[in-house]
């Protein structure tokens, strides 16, 4: 759940990248690293385990500040999308604010995609979250061949009412614009089941401009982040 810390001047948000395998679930957060100023940044911390080379997640920290109005601070992980490791994908999504499914572009990966997003519906559902947990969907490398087209894509998104970006990851396009959209309609959801204090110093219009311009502000003040 998004934490609001007023006297902070702060909030936090935790999003979960799932996502079938080798759909780029980890080259988002590459890219989102590489996009970032370095005081912006933690490090990409990558856990696996000690007996295999299996992945357990990873983990980035981004912070997103403007003089005058409180920092925005999004811990981003991704999840094993090995069966055996279903537990784990469980445990990371808990205390999330939102999701964001990565699916192949492929006209091929579209069985991968329906399994890896009706396990993701089923995490939400025995973690207890509720059915309109926030969900953004990013359909990922636009630059493979024999992919879908962004017009059915934008059409798809429409159908679903679900925020929806086609994406290449490889090459960053529509990456940002996918954290972004799954930002917004976490923090309409923590608004709506009432996370958000009265006396946060922050509102939706002010939140959503500090996503779209504190990486490009020129600001010559002191503002260390916090990981």
Not at 176 to 188: E, G, H, N, V
Request: net charge positive; charged share 20%.
């Amino acid at each position: 759940m998004a934490v609001f810390e007023p006297e902070r001047r702060q909030a936090t948000f935790k999003v979960v990248y799932f996502g079938p395998s080798l759909a780029g679930k980890v080259t988002n957060l590459k890219r989102l690293s590489e996009m970032a100023p370095p005081r912006d940044r933690g490090r990409l911390l990558s856990l696996r385990s000690r007996r295999t080379t299996s992945l357990f997640f990873d983990l980035l920290t981004l912070r997103f500040a403007l003089p005058q109005q409180p920092s925005i601070k999004v811990r981003l992980f991704t999840v094993p999308d090995k069966d055996v490791h279903r537990s784990t994908r469980r445990v990371i999504l808990r205390g999330s604010d939102a999701a964001i499914f990565v699916a192949h572009s492929e006209v091929d990966g579209t069985s991968a995609n329906q399994t890896a997003y009706r396990d993701l519906k089923s995490c939400i559902q025995e973690c207890g979250l509720s059915d309109d947990f926030p969900i953004a969907i990013q359909f990922n490398k636009q630059d493979m061949p024999y992919t879908r087209s962004a017009e059915s894509i934008a059409a798809f998104g429409r159908r679903v009412s679900t925020p929806t970006v086609a994406a290449s990851a490889k090459s960053g396009a529509g990456v940002f614009d996918t954290l972004k959209a799954a930002l917004i309609i976490a923090w309409q959801y923590a608004e709506e089941q009432s996370q958000k204090p009265a006396n946060f110093p922050m509102h939706f219009q002010d939140f959503r401009h500090t996503l779209e311009t504190a990486w490009s502000h020129q600001n010559t003040g002191s503002h260390a982040a916090t990981f």
